[in-house]
């Protein structure tokens, strides 16, 4: 028989409408940033502010910033497959086979700006999503690349010839061939020291990446321009952990996902990217900006390129296809919400 105590605490509880502590879940979120990286502020922690908020604090997330979970920055997507994180944050270009249409926003002449490129991945946001085996929460870009080198100033298409340029995405490769210089592909804590050392020419990446790598050390030049386009970032959930939700659990995790969060991603790196751009600079790092008739030379140098790549067959369409939901040709308008 139960003892009038209890049933006091009871009737109390059911009364207040609160619910016991073994209601309460918390979820993983998993990333390989530094915990004071500008997404922490600007992406993670809103996101589980809101998640908590909404759920008037049943729902709550915790981080494991800094690789806790994996170090891998290639990895994060099978550790939420895993079951290892409930959340995580990948780069799909890391993995690009996995990712083909996602990739897509880094080929040249879509985009220059973070936000621009964010918009456009929006626009292709449902043709995006089948890509992963788990819930999209968000998805933006950082800005177009910039270049970093040692020693030689590139000005002019002539000044690539020969050069090896470290890149982000194996989708860039054919165009900085086609500019005359030689593309690798290296993980991101080594590009300093491959930098400093001469392991490499130089470094094709977004301006925000300077403050990450502290790449303003190294670098004697910093060409502001090149033809390519931003890298893409996903803020992904585990499918069954967001199936295994309640449906107003699954609603407030929508909810606090929503495009404003995509977007914040975006300023996050516009940001990011412009202390890069000042920290260069204040180091005493060359800026080099191109004359439009220079930019129409490197244009024009990955034309054929740039044009025989429209055609190539990515999954169900052609990547062709694919960039003009980038560019809003099929849609016509800015992205949808999605609730």
Known sequence: MAKPGWILVLGLLLACGCRPASDVRELSLAHFLPADHPLEEAVFTPFAQDLAELSGGTLTVRQFPAGALNSSAPAQYSILLG???????????????????????AYPGICKT???????????????????????????????????????????????????????TRSAIPFIEALGASAVMQPGPVIHQSLATGV?????????????????????YLTTWLPASGLPFVLLMNQEVYDGLSPEARRWVDEAADVSLSMAGAIAYERAGAEGLRLAEEAGVEIIDLPESEKRRFERAIASVREAGLARQVGDTTAGEIIRLFEGAE???????RR
């Open 114 to 168: 973070t936000r621009d490129c964010t918009e456009a991945m929006l626009r292709a946001r449902q043709v995006l999503e089948p890509e992963y085996q788990a819930r999209v929460l968000a998805l933006w870009s950082n800005a177009a690349p910039v270049l970093l080198t040692r020693n030689v100033p590139v000005r002019t298409l002539e000044d690539m010839r020969g050069l090896k340029i470290r890149v982000s």
């Open 331 to 337: 849609t016509g308008g800015p992205p949808p919400r």
């Open 200 to 220: 490499i020419d130089g470094v094709a990446l977004s301006p925000s990446g300077i403050v990450t790598f502290q790449l303003h050390e190294p670098a004697g």
């Open 83 to 105: 079951g290892v994180a409930d959340i995580a944050l990948a780069i799909p270009a890391y993995t690009a086979d996995v990712f083909p249409k996602t990739d897509l926003i």
